[in-house]
T-cell receptor, first 112, second 118 residues
Framework: KQEVTQIPAALSVPEGENLVLNCSFT??????LQWFRQDPGKGLTSLLL?????REQTSGRLNASLDKSSGRSTLYIAASQPGDSATYLC???????????FGRGTSLIVHP | DAGVIQSPRHEVTEMGQEVTLRCKPI?????LFWYRQTMMRGLELLIY????????DSGMPEDRFSAKMPNASFSTLKIQPSEPRDSAVYFC????????????????FGPGTRLLVL
């Protein structure tokens, strides 16, 4: 059974810092990995999706990498802003399954 | 497109009552997911539909929970009878799978229904 772990569970940083959020998974036979953002009281918004054949995806100040062999993905946030404050979740869709497995998320606070 | 639509947004009910949550997926999407999110357990998949057919309902907690998708534009999740431990945020998500080998899909989530069972 796929297990997804996100470290750290919570993070508080001053504005302007570059951040790395981590996601690890136990079964490397995956189809894709997706990073989501969840604002308090809201649903999840997809940020980046990396297919199993890809190593990274970029969108604006966000960069997500994937290393299947080690079972890890990182989400890099450059020049963090208070508006980046949210919970970030990663979800892994394993081989042969239509169903993604979610991590518990990293709660990020960027203070001015 | 309006995105995934869920109703009601908030529901407060008493233990033992029937609760029905509704979801309208994005037009053209052929896969629909129901999730439950709590502080204790995080985000859990309850059931997954593909082309209106339930494919995996292994996450449905017990017989009190049931889900239907009578057509491509509507799904319901019913809890009968409801219990306080069912209190959670219930999310519906949809996506488009051109084929099961295609790993390029993105899930789009609705705003969720906050359920409180007293």
């Amino acid at each position: 059974k796929q297990e997804v772990t996100q470290i750290p569970a919570a993070l508080s940083v001053p504005e302007g810092e570059n951040l790395v959020l981590n996601c690890s998974f136990t079964d490397s036979a995956i189809y894709n990995l997706q990073w989501f953002r969840q604002d308090p009281g809201k649903g999840l918004t997809s940020l980046l999706l990396i297919q199993s054949s890809q190593r990274e995806q970029t969108s604006g100040r966000l960069n997500a990498s994937l290393d299947k062999s080690s079972g890890r993905s990182t989400l890099y946030i450059a020049a963090s802003q208070p508006g980046d404050s949210a919970t970030y979740l990663c979800a892994v869709r394993g081989g042969g399954s239509y169903i993604p497995t979610f991590g518990r998320g990293t709660s990020l606070i960027v203070h001015p | 497109d309006a995105g995934v639509i869920q109703s009601p947004r908030h529901e407060v009910t008493e233990m033992g009552q029937e609760v029905t949550l509704r979801c309208k997926p994005i037009s053209g999407h052929n896969s629909l997911f129901w999730y439950r999110q709590t502080m204790m357990r995080g985000l859990e998949l309850l059931i997954y539909f593909n082309n209106n057919v339930p494919i995996d309902d292994s996450g449905m907690p017990e017989d009190r929970f049931s889900a239907k998708m009578p057509n491509a534009s509507f799904s319901t999740l019913k809890i009968q009878p409801s219990e306080p431990r069912d209190s959670a945020v219930y999310f519906c998500a949809s996506s488009r799978y051109p084929s099961w080998l295609d790993g390029g899909e993105t899930q789009y989530f609705g705003p969720g229904t906050r359920l409180l069972v007293l």
